[in-house]
């Protein structure tokens, strides 16, 4: 959950953008029943205090990758010959940013420790199919970033507050356009031990 100050402190910077999860009510199925459900359905994006649109799932989990909000959790991954929950335990995020001819390019590292969760029974790891988790994870953090930076471009709000991070170096306004800045993304996981097995 973000905190009222948090959104405020990301509203007050470069970009002025900041977002909230959109919170809403369901209602309980039995009419006897006054037990409304209150869920997290998606994120609001906020401009300058001014509602411009929302990010999924996805968007908002690769938004929290780059502004380095991801510490724990689990983290299903699978592929077309087993799936696996990850459980997250630490990760520390770097942006680098250059100027390149036309363009600004910013570089995102992120470095994710992880326990092999919960795997299918049979499964067994080798070192070969560690390097392939390894990839996906590697993979499904890249995916959910780039949904997210596709969104902070369609809306034309700087949500993963490149412009701040600019400006700290350089000391210069950065318009946030995306003719104007380029992107990588490179993903060190690391394995610490395993879990259990799912019959």
């Not at 590292?109 to 392939?132: C, H």
């Not at 994870?137 to 959910?144: E, G, H, L």
């Not at 700290?168 to 031990?193: N, W």
């Amino acid at each position: 959950m973000i905190k009222i100050y948090e959104f405020v402190k990301m509203t007050n910077t470069k970009s002025k953008v900041g977002f909230a999860p959109f919170v809403e009510i369901k209602r309980p199925i039995a009419l006897s029943s006054e037990n409304y459900m209150f869920f997290v359905s998606k994120t609001a994006v906020f401009d300058n205090f001014k509602l411009i649109g929302y990010l999924n799932h996805n968007e908002t989990r690769g938004v929290l990758w780059v502004l380095n909000k991801i510490k724990s959790g689990i983290y299903p991954i699978e592929n077309k010959n087993w799936s696996i929950s990850l459980e997250l335990i630490h990760s520390s995020n770097k942006i680098l940013t250059k100027n390149a001819k036309n363009k600004v390019l910013f570089k995102i590292e992120i470095i994710s420790e992880v326990n092999l969760g919960e795997k299918e029974k049979g499964l067994q790891f080798t070192q070969k199919n560690i390097e392939e988790v390894k990839k996906e994870f590697s993979k499904s953090i890249s995916k959910d970033i780039n949904q997210a930076l596709k969104k902070s471009f369609e809306l034309r709000a700087d949500i993963p507050h490149f412009q701040d991070i600019y400006y700290i170096k350089y000391k210069k306004p950065l318009k946030f356009d995306k003719q104007r800045i380029a992107v990588s993304i490179t993903v060190k996981p690391f394995i610490r031990r395993f879990g259990m097995l799912k019959n």
